[in-house]
């Protein structure tokens, strides 16, 4: 008697979760879809269209476009400004992405060494961070011009005659990464000191007390090791904001002179919006997608092997 | 081999002071255990020990030499910390392996791959891994050099930490709490390995715990501490029986030591024991010196408010007569069984009681004139 009384309500349980499980199904689906209709209207759509495109000879304005096969991607492949943008760009990525963490984490090391005046370090090391980077832009062309611009007004001081930074084709490409450094190791700067201060004070101890004292000493089995993930993230977060370089191209060098300083997504905008060949512009994107797609994913996995502790 | 001498040794962060005036001798191959409540200055006074932290005044003596100008590692000292504080990145053979290459290789000779190339490093090398090798068998870690500190257990990696101690042959050990992030079980496992270790190293360890079970059990020696002052330092059996602070009485022995106002026991109208001193204020005695007798018998009279039985002893919590208090007496389980409720007599075995006066300090000898009077 009591023993039955015991056992229904579970049996009235199981019946109802029977009933509900195809609810909860859609239940979980409802609960998903603003993000699942978020995902396929802002990522996989437009990825999907830019790809269609690829495959056209659509040109913007144009009401009507045939599909020609792969033959954007021959004509870009074929393009020595195509090989020339990808080689600047990926030579631009190489100076930016180790100077911006080296900056970064030599400012980041230096200001939390240093008492007093740590917030103000801080603040000022950012600001290039918080700016608009066509508006800097300016600034930094007024700076680099060849007769009235403080770079080479401080140059000549010290009897060194300047170059046109901008306009030489030995230099457009350096000043930009330079100014691209300069816009970004302040991101860095912060991450790393957040990073510093996760460190454990134990394991500076252990590592005064196991004769690991010196300055270089510490950072070699202490700091350095203990910042690897926050390095990681850094790295791969420049390494994406180094491969989008547009605005300081399209303000001071317009990818010139001679293509010296053409980056892929200024050739982008240029092939789409100037030219407006839509086609080839969304070939040149999915060439763009693959390969920022393919790093990112080398470079996690590289620097994860090495990075994760626990 | 070395004695540790402690100096006056004082220390302020900003104006708090934190530890005050402490001086001490460690003796040549002593087990000697700082205990105190959190917050005291334990671990700061072992730092200082170590050289992590410099103090305001006093001197540090190691082995007879002032090593106050020393850094650390020219200390001879190792130290085991709370928390492990194991390099992450480094696998067990390297965290054992760094004390050892930083004092016998060269900056030059360490670096990754150059290190690598330059002469006598692989000889240096050959020798760490045989030394290393014995202390990971010591330890029964040898089998798990390979892996990374985040791949280890706790009790694990505590015993790397006590390995990476070890293998330079430190004059002295130091121990900061290394045990209390250890669950129960492998803590009382591990207070044994550590006291064996000590007799087979036979160097002097300095152990602070705020866990005084540990501290009675380890130690030959037990410093207790509290507000960056050693109120006693002496061996655990007289820091029981014979505590010269009532602050020290309380602190050891689990459970806690009955303490009765004078004040409180003469207004129950009880009679004082003989042999009361003049300026005693607090009567302390533990529980194993009660005995309970029928109601109004004893000297104490109350009632029995809670049983707690642990098997080998029976503790009965007795809540004194005009309802302030409550008084832990210790009971055999084979003894006539006593019920929550029960009014008993209290019994107090006058040779255990232990006397203090206002500010907490013991008082001994009494005069028998007057005790009589
Ligand atoms: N760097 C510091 N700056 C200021 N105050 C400190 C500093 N280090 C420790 N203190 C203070 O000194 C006091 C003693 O600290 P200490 O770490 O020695 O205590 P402890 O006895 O080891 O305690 P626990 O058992 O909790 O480890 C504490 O009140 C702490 O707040
Ligand atoms: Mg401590």
Not at chain 1, 5 to 31: I, M, Q, V, Y
Not at chain 1, 92 to 114: D, K, M, N, Q
Not at chain 2, 23 to 33: A, K, N, Q, V
Not at chain 2, 191 to 211: K, S, W
Request: net charge neutral.
């Amino acid at each position: 008697m009591t023993a039955l009384d015991c056992n229904r309500p579970r049996e009235a349980a199981a019946k109802a979760r029977l009933a509900t499980r195809s609810g909860e199904h859609g239940l979980a689906w409802l609960a998903v879809s603003p993000a699942l209709l978020l995902l396929v209207g802002l990522l996989f759509g437009p990825v999907a269209a830019v790809v269609l495109f690829s495959l056209t000879d659509w040109q913007l304005g144009s009401f009507t476009f045939h599909f020609i096969g792969i033959a954007n991607f021959r004509a870009l492949f074929a393009d020595p400004t195509f090989w020339k943008a990808l080689t600047n760009t990926l030579v631009y990525v190489a100076i930016v992405v180790p100077g911006t963490v080296l900056l970064g984490l030599v400012v980041a090391l230096l200001i939390e060494t240093s008492p007093g005046l740590r917030g103000f370090y801080r603040a000022a090391h950012f600001l290039p961070v918080m700016s608009t980077m066509s508006a800097m832009a300016i600034v930094w062309g007024t700076m680099l011009h060849p007769t009235i611009g403080l770079v080479n007004r401080a140059l000549g001081v010290m009897g060194i005659s300047g170059v046109n930074w901008l306009r030489d084709e030995r230099t457009a490409l350096l000043a930009l990464a330079l100014i691209g450094i300069w816009q970004g190791f302040g991101f860095a700067m912060v991450l790393f000191v957040s990073g510093l201060k996760a460190v454990p004070q134990q394991l500076y101890d252990a590592a005064a007390v196991d004769g690991a004292d010196g300055v270089l000493d510490r950072l070699r089995f202490v700091t350095l090791p203990m910042l690897g993930p926050v390095t990681m993230f850094v790295v791969i977060l420049t390494a994406k904001r180094s491969f989008e370089v547009f605005d300081s191209v399209r303000v001071l060098t317009q990818g010139g002179p001679n293509y010296a300083s053409e980056v892929l997504l200024h050739r982008l905008y240029t092939e789409s919006f100037d030219f407006l060949h839509m086609g080839y512009g969304a070939a040149l994107t999915v060439v763009y997608l693959a390969v920022i797609v393919l790093l990112t994913l080398t470079q996690a996995r590289l620097l994860e092997r090495r990075v994760h502790y626990s | 081999m070395a004695e540790i001498e402690l100096r006056d040794i004082e220390k302020s962060y900003g104006e708090t002071a934190i530890v005050k005036g402490v001086s001490l001798s460690i003796r040549d191959g002593e087990f000697l255990t700082l205990v105190g409540p959190s917050g005291c200055g334990k671990s700061t006074l072992l730092r200082i020990i170590a050289g992590l932290e410099a103090q305001n005044s006093g001197e540090v003596l190691v082995a007879g030499r002032c090593v106050d100008d020393k850094r650390p590692k020219e200390r001879d000292v190792a130290m085991v910390f709370q928390s492990y504080a194991l390099y992450p990145h480094l696998s067990v053979f390297d965290n054992l392996a760094l004390p050892l290459r930083t004092r016998r290789l060269s900056f030059a000779q360490r670096l990754p791959l150059v290190g690598r190339a330059l002469p006598g490093r692989g000889d240096v090398e050959k020798a760490i891994r045989a030394e290393i090798e014995q202390a990971a068998s010591m330890l029964d870690i040898a089998h798990l050099l390979r892996r990374k500190p985040g791949q280890l257990s706790g009790g694990q990696r505590q015993r790397v930490a006590l390995g990476r101690a070890m293998v330079r042959h430190p004059a002295v050990f130091l121990m900061d709490e290394p045990l209390s992030n250890l669950d129960a079980k492998l803590r009382v496992q591990m207070r044994a390995e550590i006291i064996a270790l000590h007799r087979r190293l036979g160097v002097t360890f300095v152990y602070v715990t705020h866990d005084q079970a540990e501290a009675m059990t380890m130690s030959d020696r037990v410093a207790v501490m509290m507000d960056g002052e050693l109120l006693q330092v002496d061996r655990p059996e007289r820091l029981y029986r014979d505590p010269e602070d009532l602050r020290v009485a309380e602190m050891i022995g689990s459970p806690k030591i009955n303490v009765v106002s004078r004040a409180h026991w003469v207004s129950l109208g009880a009679s004082l024991p003989a042999g009361i001193h003049r300026n005693t204020a607090h009567l302390a005695f533990r529980p194993e010196a009660v005995g309970i007798v029928a109601s109004g018998d004893g000297r104490l009279n109350g009632v029995v408010a809670s049983v707690e039985n642990l098997g080998s002893d029976i503790f009965l919590n007795v809540t004194l007569a005009d309802g302030q208090g409550t008084v832990v007496v210790r009971t055999h389980p084979d003894a006539s069984r006593s019920e929550a409720g029960r009014s008993v007599g209290l019994q107090i075995d006058p040779a255990c009681l232990l006397q203090f006066d206002g500010a907490g300090m013991r008082q001994r000898e009494v005069e028998r004139v007057e005790a009589a009077a």
